[in-house]
């Protein structure tokens, strides 16, 4: 099952051109794939981004076990404005929320749980490739580290490969594990990208 790991990879599909992000999950102590996480921002906004680009449009990700099966985890962010506030769904119910801080030295937001109370902040260092996961109270929950692609993937297009690190106690709690793996995959899509 996806949604119940301690590590997961999580590695960007490489395309020429891309209107969408498409992510297989892996489990990362067997390398078996596990999952996929697929942006569906709709028909329309999929061709307007040609001409404004995706920092502003809204966007959904969703994860499934397998192609074709059933989504098990979403994450959607409307219309921009001043920072991302992302939504977060487990098998339709609503789960929590991204907030981006406005100011912060590597990136940084907020993870609320459905009651709107904050059970995690997720920061990250000043290059912007790593990312702690800390409880309200400080306990490190997990991690989230860009993983090494190679020179040529690196140099020549945008695809990133990440490693999502849970502990047993954030991964095995029902809505803490999924809120940091969808922050993962929403590191990716919604605030690293925005800026490409």
């Known amino acids: 099952m996806l949604l119940n790991r301690t590590t997961y990879l999580i590695k960007e599909r490489v ?111 000043w290059k912007g490739w790593n990312f702690v996961m800390t409880s309200a109270s400080g306990e490190e929950l997990g991690r989230v580290t860009k993983k090494w692609a190679g020179i040529g993937k690196e140099l020549f297009t945008t695809a990133d490969n990440y490693v999502v690190s849970l502990n047993a106690r954030a991964a095995g709690d029902p809505t803490t594990g999924p809120l940091l793996l969808a922050a993962g995959v929403a590191i990716d899509t919604v605030f690293k990208e925005d800026n490409d």
């Not at 801080?101 to 902040?121: H, N, P, T, Y």
């Open 15 to 125: 395309g020429l051109v891309k209107l969408t992000e498409v992510y297989d999950i892996f489990d990362a102590s067997t390398g078996q794939q596990i999952g996929i996480a697929r942006e569906e921002p709709g028909d329309l906004i999929k061709y307007i981004r040609i001409i404004l680009g995706k920092r502003w449009l809204p966007t959904t990700v969703n994860f499934y076990e397998s192609e074709g099966g059933r989504v098990v985890l979403s994450i959607h962010r409307g219309v921009r404005l001043l920072r991302a506030r992302v939504t977060v769904s487990r098998e339709g119910q609503f789960i929590g929320t991204f907030q981006a801080k406005l100011i912060s030295l590597g990136g940084a937001f907020r993870v609320l749980d459905a009651q709107e109370r904050e059970v995690a902040m997720i920061k990250g260092d």
